[in-house]
């Protein structure tokens, strides 16, 4: 072994004025930036929550127990997540490799998930623009989806770097900065389907304005 | 090079060039990246002052006719944008980018690649804001956009579709900067530099950082919801499909007053500094001005109704809105009581920098006087959308956040350029700004009482409005006049070369213990901090005991850790800076930003363009991830 493939192991303590990694510090930031974001988007919909002037409403299309499932595999992918870091942090390559691989195909599920979603919405007839409900549910899910996808992308990267030997214990940071993303975006799901899911699941159109007979 | 790490194809080696258009382009030096920023701004200066001339043309007598009503909407559309994010903000951006490092004792940002990213984004948004201009389309529906007018029902065309995606583009590259600057100044300063020895420019930035980072995504969601409306046909401001064209003003001046903080807090920062320098006194109540700050930034969030008092928001917003509006004028007051306290008894030397900084406390309290007046509702009924409004947010743009802006650069330009500018030259042009100054804007007020509107391009000869409004013209004439010799001034001072010392104005702060301008590493040795105004005492060790009078505090200063991390201690000697390691030159930045700016090209063309900015993004990612900030040696 040469001088510098021993260096490049040794990874050198970073010293910072409040001792946080420079790199997780700028997560944290980003995600309450982040929070804004959303909170804007959740707003909104919260505003124009019934003030559909057509159908679909929201009880004619939202299916709960489907959406629960799809619930539940985004909070598992997040203990995934927790398993990996665990697993890359004690040095456990295969073990790693696997969990991370399990969040990215949890996530995956959840994006199919959506997909499915949309096209049945879409086959009932809700669209962007259909009505105000169709307008926040599409941007307000979509944007969410596409934290999902970007989240899915960097986790498969880390897959294979973790496969690669790329991510080691001594750079487990990768992961856990990774990691604060992808539960920050699960946290954000957990709003969304109380927001837009239960409670307005009963939000039923008025008398003689049903669009969907089942 | 380990076997399994990671590596990504290069297309072309690291950039080495130090000069050259390379050398900009690669560059992730702080300095230079402040550099491009002022430039650019400036530049962007000009064009909106000349739209504000044009402007002014018009108005300098009744029914005039030089401009139309079209073009006069597009004039003051992006006369206001362009100042606003493409001015005050990029400017201040470029003092945060020169001056943050030097005043905290570091070597670069945090992240000297994302901020390079940072600066690029900005180019890119600011040219397509302005794309309009070329096309003959131009944004016209006011800087605050508010729908449904600037929805495709009532704005066909492109131009508010350049202003939207424009604002998006410039909103990453501000939300970028304000991580970075937030995590730099949290973590990079010097060894025993605790938060509360910290500059007050340093504490503002901060402050204004966290805002940028907050508010700016605000804006964001209120420009993705006009986008889908005007593009995908959504309805989030259609009233026929219920939606809510108010629900645009919440959003958008939910953003809109935290950002008049993220305007004005810097130049705050900026005449904290110039006052106590040029008084030979510490800041009055440093911890008064600090916390005046914070309070400002967290009282910003609560007072944005007041922009919409006419909207019917009904007596118990009002009341609640008018309250925290009338509450927010207690902080400026103190910071305006602290700077007159720093002025107080002071050793006072009247240069042109000194003179910008006392005429900013001026015209600044003139201009927040006139904002306490509105937070009233009934009186604020009677101004809205008069030019009474325009008087008061020129007043504290202009004469707050951009006297003090000039103030800052007849300031640091010696640590900057390493040559003065010319102080009779200087003088000259504060002079004539001042007048043309509150000869343009002082009797706007007097216009907004008698009742004549903003946004309309010309007005009846008989309502008695064209002698201010001529006055009012010429002002900007004298104004633009003290422009074009600050322009002179920098030439002069490029051309005479006087050569300026390390600590020119005696200063107080880290940056003036260091070159002018300063070596690429910033300091030779990383300073070691023990009290506030370090540097000033210990020029001056024997002041130390009249400003610390307390023993126990004098304790507790000396107490106080000082590890010591120097360069020698890391130093594996390469780099050619004698150990101090300095991030490496990267092109991903710009890579990245050309990515960005197809998206948004796309987003105003065709979606097909979107596809093409994908590949030009991901190889910008992909090669910044995996390129090692430093080469191996």
């Known amino acids: 072994m040469t001088q510098a493939a021993i260096t490049e192991h040794h990874t050198p303590v970073e010293e910072t004025s409040t001792g946080l990694n420079n790199r997780k510090l700028l997560m944290w930031a980003f995600l309450g930036s982040d929070v804004m974001f959303f909170g804007a988007f959740i707003a909104t919909y919260l505003v124009y929550r019934g003030k559909s002037l057509v159908g679909p409403y929201p009880s004619e299309v939202l299916n709960i127990p489907i959406t629960t499932v799809s619930t539940f595999v985004l909070l598992m992918s997040s203990l995934a997540m927790v398993l990996a870091l665990h697993y890359v942090k004690e040095g456990e390559k295969n073990k790693g490799t696997l969990w991370i691989l399990a969040v990215v195909v949890l996530g995956a599920i959840f994006m199919g998930f959506q997909f499915v979603e949309f096209r049945e919405f879409a086959h009932l007839g809700l669209t962007p623009r259909t009505n105000i409900f169709g307008t926040t549910f599409f941007i307000l899910t979509g944007i969410h989806g596409a934290h999902v996808t970007i989240g899915v992308i960097w986790m498969a990267f880390l897959a294979y770097s973790s496969n690669n030997g790329a991510l080691r214990s001594d750079n487990a940071l990768d992961l856990e900065i990774a990691g604060l993303y992808w539960h920050f975006v699960d946290i954000v799901w957990i709003v969304i389907f109380t927001v837009i899911y239960l409670i307005s699941a009963n939000d039923a159109p008025p008398p003689g304005m049903e669009t969907i007979t089942h | 090079m380990t076997t399994n790490a990671l590596t990504f194809p290069r297309f072309f080696p690291r950039p080495q060039s130090e000069t050259g258009i390379w050398g900009w382009i690669g560059t992730v030096d702080h300095k230079r990246i402040g550099t491009l ?26 029914e005039n006719t030089f401009i139309g009503p079209e073009f006069y909407n597009q004039l003051f559309t992006m006369h206001g944008t362009t100042m606003v994010f493409l001015v005050i903000m990029p400017l201040s951006a470029a003092f945060f980018n020169w001056l943050i490092p030097l005043q905290i004792g570091a070597r670069d940002v945090a992240f000297p690649r994302l901020n390079a990213l940072s600066y690029w984004v900005f180019l890119f948004g600011s040219l397509i804001m302005n794309a309009g201009w070329l096309t003959g389309d131009a944004p016209n529906g006011g800087w605050f956009g508010y729908a449904p007018n600037s929805g495709v029902t009532f704005n066909p065309g492109l131009g508010m579709t350049y202003w939207v995606v424009g604002l998006n583009i410039l909103g990453v590259a501000s939300i970028a900067a304000g991580l970075n600057f937030i995590v730099t100044i949290m973590n990079m300063r010097a060894p025993g530099m605790s938060m509360f020895k910290m500059p007050v420019f340093t504490w503002m ?251 309309i391009y010309t007005y009846a000869e008989n309502m008695g409005w064209e002698g201010s409004n001529l006055a009012a013209s010429i002002g900007g004439f004298i104004l633009g006049l003290g422009i074009l010799l600050f322009i002179i ?145």
């Open chain 2, 489 to 633: 001034n920098m030439i002069y001072s490029r051309m005479n070369k006087k050569v300026a010392p390390a600590d020119p104005w005696d200063g107080r702060t880290l940056e003036w213990s260091t070159s002018s301008p300063p070596p690429v590493h910033d300091f030779d040795e990383v300073p070691q901090v023990k009290y506030r105004d370090d540097f000033w005492f210990k020029k001056h060790p024997e002041t130390i005991s009249e400003y610390y009078h307390n023993e126990h505090d004098l304790e507790i200063e000396e107490a106080a850790p000082a590890p010591s991390h120097d360069a020698e201690e890391h130093g594996d000697d390469h780099g050619g800076h004698g150990g101090i390691h300095l991030p490496d030159k990267s092109y991903y930045p710009f890579i990245l930003g050309v990515g960005i700016a197809i998206f948004g090209i796309g987003f105003l063309t065709n979606t097909y363009v979107i596809a093409a900015g994908v590949p030009i993004f991901i190889w910008g990612m992909l090669g910044w991830s995996m390129e090692p900030v430093n080469d191996p040696t």
């Open chain 2, 205 to 455: 930035t901060l402050i204004t950082s966290v805002l940028l980072v907050l508010a700016m995504p605000i804006l964001a969601v209120a420009g993705i919801q006009l986008q889908t409306d005007r593009v995908y046909g959504t309805h989030f401001f259609n009233s026929l499909a219920g939606g809510d064209p108010v629900m645009w003003q919440h959003i958008f001046w939910l953003f809109g007053h935290p950002e008049v903080y993220i305007l004005i807090l810097p130049a705050m920062g900026i005449v904290s500094e110039v006052l106590p320098t040029f008084s030979r006194k510490p800041l009055f109540g440093y911890p008064f001005v600090v916390f005046a700050g914070i309070v400002i930034g967290f009282m910003g969030w609560f007072v944005w109704s007041h922009h919409m008092f006419t909207v019917g928001l009904g007596p118990a917003a009002n009341t609640a809105f008018a309250m925290s509006t009338m509450l927010i004028a207690v902080p400026t007051g103190v910071k305006i009581f602290n700077w007159i306290g720093t002025l107080w008894r002071g050793n006072i030397q009247l240069n042109t920098a000194m003179l910008f900084s006392i005429s900013f406390i001026a015209m600044f309290t003139i201009g927040g006087l006139s904002g306490v007046m509105h937070a009233s509702p009934p009186t604020d009924s009677q101004q809205q959308d008069t030019y009474f409004v325009v008087a008061h947010f020129h007043y504290v743009l202009v004469g707050g956040a951009l006297l003090g802006i000039f103030s800052g650069i007849y300031f640091w330009w010696p640590k900057f350029t390493g040559w003065f500018l010319n102080e009779k030259l200087g003088i000259a042009n504060w002079a004539l700004m001042m007048i043309g100054f509150n000869l343009q804007f002082g009797p706007q007020h007097w216009l907004g009482m008698d009742g004549m509107p903003r946004r």
């Open chain 2, 37 to 62: 920023y002022g430039i650019t701004s400036f530049l962007w200066f000009l064009i909106a002052g000349v739209e504000a001339l044009l402007i002014r043309v018009q108005l300098s007598s009744a």
